[in-house]
């Protein structure tokens, strides 16, 4: 699996020209980027909408969200 940052590297691309529309952020079940397949993450203004399809372990997602903010 790639490493977290690959995450955030690619929701950083997307979020500053998010605006006021809802957005997929990440698209990892659409295997864009290959490690990732159980992670989406949507913008709905002003929330961040992660969803796991696949069960991860607390410290996984400390790490998540650590990146993302």
């Known amino acids: ?10 929701v ?4 500053p ?3 006021d529309e809802p ?3 990440f698209h990892g079940r659409g295997q864009t980027i290959p490690g990732f397949e159980f992670l989406t993450i949507d913008w709905y203004p002003p929330i961040a909408l992660v969803t796991l399809y696949e ?7 400390h790490r998540l969200r650590s990146h993302l903010t």
């Open 23 to 25: 957005l997929r952020l």
């Open 1 to 10: 699996m790639k490493p977290l940052a690959t995450v955030s590297e690619e």
């Open 55 to 61: 069960e991860r372990d607390n410290a996984w997602l």
């Open 12 to 15: 950083g691309k997307r979020l």
């Open 17 to 19: 020209g998010a605006g």
